[in-house]
């Protein structure tokens, strides 16, 4: 699915729900269709569950009803504001069932289906839970904890803060993709179903696509009790609205010197506010900058994040130890740095360039990953990644990838490395990341056509899938007709099963 008319503003979402939507990594709406069409849904999900099994990404073809529910305003209007006009659905979708009287799960991240990536601060995934019958508390909802996609560990073992997305038939989750939560305990005789879909961000945001008032970010309506990530709020914001990474700093608060000695402090909670509060200080706080490399090294996730963001905003000056902070022998101490100098964005991009050449593995993983989170900054940086294509670490690969389709159209120089990767890299994700950047690149990879059209024979499913992206996003008659054959090639009847077969 592509998004291929524009929608009116009324259906967008609004500044505070796009702050929400930063802050606490979910938002809630409801479509407008009528009850009898989620009572279908459920019907049929239902009974061909009981035939089958778990229909898994045949959901869609199986039970079709589904795709007016991601055709419907509301929710088209959501994915919109966060993910821009031509996002598109990801092949991978499960009909997740939890059963009367089940104990639930424990809380999670969803993996990117056996891949490994890097988790995105900036909402370039999001996901759709939708419920097609009531889900009370006591039949067993999803749960989130708000806030916790900018974390990689769970910050606490308890869980206070965890939130029941509870809703009616209809009710529509949009979840950052990176966000904990799990199912609740079921404790009815019905069985709870929840349909999980996935989107992809295609485009780099160059306006707010949201229904936006101001577009600066605003603390406001944010709960007290929330961890304060004003830094990486600020950042997120910034991104959606289509301003350059490193725009973000502000006057000096005139309290530098307290908030690093506060850095030294026996209590996490409050090193955390410190770097927090350095953040707002932008370049201003470059006397910080030592202290902050060594609060990428805290224990307590919070104080690295705020501290990552917080050497962002200070900027250009932060770049030369934060390269260096890359070679650093412990994993999310090297993370945070290519997370800040993402945030940097363009002055840091020469630095990254050069840092492609290290001869650690380490470096040249966390430079390239931060070169495609800066995105269409770093366009100067696309003949040296093009150089190490053929990069002897798979994920140095596969985020070399990601940078040219994060660069968009002006990545058209990579084509040819990036069809060379489609057709020939062993690593399955590299030809995935290769067949999203040429899709990315768009009608610029029309080139592409006749490995794209191989690639819809790749062994991998999702490698085939981007592949189908890619040719409807050049849009050439060659790739029409490419996608054409393997359309007469590829059906499959949804009515098809062992009961009636013809």
């Known amino acids: 699915m592509q998004a291929n008319s524009r929608l009116s503003d009324d259906c967008k979402l609004t500044d505070a729900q796009m702050r929400d939507f930063i802050v606490n990594g ?3 709406v409801k479509t407008d269709l009528p009850r009898s069409v989620h009572e279908t849904i459920y ?13 898994g990404n045949n959901i869609l073809p199986r039970v079709p009803e589904l795709q007016a529910v991601f055709e419907d305003t509301a929710v088209r209007g959501a994915f919109t504001s966060i993910l821009g006009e031509n996002y598109v659905m990801h092949s991978h979708r499960h009909p997740h069932q939890n059963k009367p009287h089940s104990d639930g799960q424990g809380f999670h991240k969803d993996s990117y289906w ?6 995105h601060h900036c909402p370039r995934w999001a996901m759709a839970f939708y419920y097609p019958q009531d889900a009370p508390l006591e039949m067993g909802p999803s749960s989130v904890l708000p806030g916790t996609q900018y974390y990689s560990t769970r910050i606490t073992e308890d869980s206070d803060s965890e939130l029941a997305i509870c809703g009616e038939a209809g009710t529509v989750s949009i979840i950052h993709f990176d966000i904990w939560h799990r199912a609740m305990a079921n404790q009815t005789d019905k069985t709870r179903y929840m349909m999980k879909f996935q ?3 295609m485009e780099a945001p160059e306006v707010p696509e949201w229904n936006v008032t101001d577009p600066h970010w605003q603390p406001e309506g944010i709960n007290p009790a929330t961890p304060a990530h004003q830094g990486t709020w600020r ?3 910034n991104w959606v609205a289509g301003e350059a ?13 307290a908030h690093i000695t506060a850095l030294g402090s026996d209590d996490a909670d409050v090193r955390a506010n410190a770097a927090d509060q350095l953040g707002l200080s932008g370049e201003s706080a470059a006397d910080a900058i030592p202290q902050l490399i060594e609060a990428l090294r805290d224990n307590y996730e919070p104080v690295r994040l705020n501290a990552a963001y917080a050497l962002g905003t200070i900027g250009k000056p932060a770049v030369p130890q934060l390269i260096a902070t890359l070679g650093d022998e412990n994993g999310p101490t090297r993370r945070m740095a290519a997370y800040a100098l993402a945030a940097v964005g363009a002055p840091a991009v020469t630095a990254l360039t050069e840092a492609l050449q290290h001869t650690e593995d380490a470096v040249r993983i966390e430079a390239t990953y931060a070169l495609a989170q800066i995105g269409d900054s770093a366009e100067a940086a696309v003949p040296a990644l093009v150089e190490h294509t053929k990069d002897s670490a798979d994920q140095v690969r596969r985020y070399l990838a990601d940078t040219f389709g994060g660069i968009g159209p002006a990545a058209a120089p990579a084509v040819p490395a990036l069809i060379e990767m489609l057709e020939n890299d062993e690593d399955k994700q590299a030809r995935f990341e290769a067949a999203l950047a040429l899709a990315q690149i768009g009608p610029a990879s029309s080139d592409a056509v006749p490995a794209l059209e191989k690639a819809l024979r790749d062994p991998d499913r999702y ?13 050439t008659p060659e790739a029409e007709s490419a996608l054409y054959d393997y359309l007469l090639m590829a059906r499959w009847c949804p009515i098809t099963n062992r009961q009636s077969t013809h």
């Open 43 to 55: 019907r049929k999900t239902l009974e061909s569950t009981e035939k089958e099994g778990n229909l």
């Open 245 to 257: 990474n490193g725009r973000t700093a502000e006057a000096g608060n005139g309290s530098l010197s």
């Open 199 to 201: 989107f992809i961000r």
């Open 235 to 237: 950042h997120v914001w």
């Open 114 to 119: 056996g891949y490994e990536k890097v988790r």
């Open 463 to 475: 490698v085939r899938d981007n592949a189908i992206h890619a040719l409807k996003r050049i849009d």
């Open 26 to 28: 979910y938002l809630t």
